[in-house]
């Protein structure tokens, strides 16, 4: 079982920088509901956009668009 503490302050900024944010994550922030994107290697960016859509409270739904490649995909924000 863990120990509960209170009243331990939060530390100050360290002053790392932070990592710049990605061409999709800037894409993604930028969509309205009802937008959507191609995304050509879906196997490859689903772990990212779960984490982006997490961050910034976006729904999102994707559909095939190649039969023959199915590793890409559209995403279209719907919330």
Do not use: H
């Not at 509960?4 to 530390?11: A, F, Q, R, S």
């Not at 956009?49 to 199915?70: E, L, Q, S």
């Amino acid at each position: 079982m863990y120990k509960i503490e209170k009243n331990i302050p939060l530390p100050e900024d360290d002053g790392r920088k932070k990592r710049p944010k990605t061409d999709l994550s800037l894409t993604m922030e930028q969509m309205e509901v009802g937008d959507s994107i191609v995304l050509n290697s879906w196997v490859k960016e689903r772990t990212k956009v779960d984490r982006i859509c997490g961050a910034i409270g976006f729904a999102y739904m994707t559909r095939k668009i190649d039969p023959i490649n199915y590793n890409r995909v559209r995403m279209w924000r719907t919330k």
